[in-house]
């Protein structure tokens, strides 16, 4: 996530790129013109005004006769300085209201000491037995963590059980001793999950005390780069505001259950919310933590190869192949420019088509490293299979593209 910033920079206006300055010419000064002599009396108007004048003295009168009660200067109220009155009662209750008052106790403050300095992000509650998710890149490499469940209370140690930066999870563990009446929050299906349903964001940005933001799902199937620079699939984006310390927390639906967590923001070069969020799915967490918890690492298959569209519009050109990758031992070859095809053009893995370069990835899916995947391509306009073993992916990307 960028780091936080003043939503006015504080420069020098007239060095300020970001906005235009102009300067408003001061008018010249005129002696004032003669005032005009008053128009004559209209003796109309002055006997009308008279009439109405008696009018209402009549009716004041009227008025004090049937015991008619009207504002004279001892009901003005008094300049003593107190409070002006408030309009009693309470708004009803809406359905954010609802929703923060039933999972607001679940969600957590997450501090990280790294590098000799403070991290901070959000966390929240999965189940009774104290384990909380966040996100990899708010826990970093550190092995302990500390957890505010309120913000008026203290901190309790936490243990970091699992991350796995390919997917931005991680999880701990707090005693429940330090933690009494935890509140759970359910994970919902993410695939069931539309465009337009409510989405609500829980976590503690810019250092301030346990927030929500409400805004609606405002997009699926997203793309964003995870802390180890491969890509992470099936993302909620979200207009919900979240900033830097939403990390890790909650995305909630209108029934208060988890459908993401919160992991990036769209800045557009700016530092805050722009509108844009996106929110790894909970599918993928449900996916994961059970793993991380029970001390597995997450192996992912890799394939090593870069690719991109075709020219051609069919298939993914492969653009770069990782030295020493599975796709180079198969002899997958690479286009020798950007702006060439002359190099394998993958148009199926496994007998799925492939018709962009995202099919790729999602074609080996669920695949573990050494298993054997028949990938077809598009060789001098001729198509071949080429069977290729699975490697383990690595730490980091390898490659300046995508590497699936």
């Known amino acids: 996530m960028p780091g936080s ?9 007239q060095q300020d790129s970001d906005h235009h300055w102009i300067e408003v010419p001061q008018p010249v000064q005129r002696p004032p013109a003669p005032e005009p002599p008053p128009p004559p009396r209209d003796r109309t108007k002055v006997l009308r005004r008279a009439l109405a004048a008696t009018a209402a003295a009549a009716l004041l009168a009227a008025g004090a006769l049937a015991g008619v009660t009207l504002l004279d200067e001892k009901d003005e109220p008094a300049a003593t300085g107190e409070p002006l009155p408030v309009s009693g009662g309470r708004l009803p209750a809406n359905r954010v209201n609802e929703i923060y008052d039933q999972v607001g106790e679940g969600v957590v403050s997450v501090q990280v000491a790294r590098n000799g300095s403070a991290a901070s992000g959000t966390g929240f509650v999965i189940d009774g037995d104290g384990t909380v998710v966040t996100n990899s890149h708010v826990i970093g490499d550190a092995e302990q963590a500390q957890v505010r469940f309120d913000d008026t209370g203290r901190a309790v140690p936490a243990r970091v059980l699992g991350r796995d930066p390919s997917s931005d999870i991680a999880v701990l563990s707090v005693d429940r001793s330090s933690a009494p009446g935890l509140r759970v929050l359910p994970l919902a299906d993410s695939d069931k999950v539309r465009v337009g349903d409510t989405a609500i964001a829980i976590g503690y940005p810019l250092g301030l005390d346990r927030t929500a933001t409400a805004g609606i799902v405002s997009g699926l199937g ?3 780069r995870a802390p180890n620079g491969f890509t992470i699939d099936e993302v909620i984006q979200t207009d919900a505001p979240i900033n830097p310390g939403n990390s890790g927390g909650p995305l909630i639906d209108a029934s208060g259950r988890v459908i993401g967590v919160n992991s990036q923001i769209a800045t557009a070069g700016s530092q805050g919310n722009v509108g844009i969020g996106f929110a790894v799915p909970s599918n993928t967490v449900r996916e994961i933590v059970p793993r991380l918890k029970g001390g597995q690492s997450i192996d992912r298959p890799f394939l090593g190869v870069s690719t991109g569209a075709s020219l051609s519009g069919r298939g993914a050109v492969v653009r770069e192949v990782t030295p020493g990758g599975p796709a ?17 053009v993958i148009v199926g893995v496994e007998g799925r088509a492939v018709t962009e370069p995202d099919d790729v990835a999602q ?3 669920g695949k573990r490293p050494g298993d054997r995947v028949t990938v077809r391509v598009l060789r001098d306009g001729q198509e071949r299979d080429i069977a290729v073993t699975l490697g383990r992916r690595p730490a980091q990307v390898t490659t300046p593209q995508r590497v699936p």
């Open 328 to 344: 180079e031992d198969a002899g997958i070859r690479a286009s020798s420019s950007l702006l060439s095809d002359d190099g394998d």
């Open 222 to 224: 997203r793309e964003i």
């Open 363 to 365: 074609a080996i899916e």
């Open 5 to 13: 910033g003043s939503l006015w920079s504080g420069r020098d206006p």
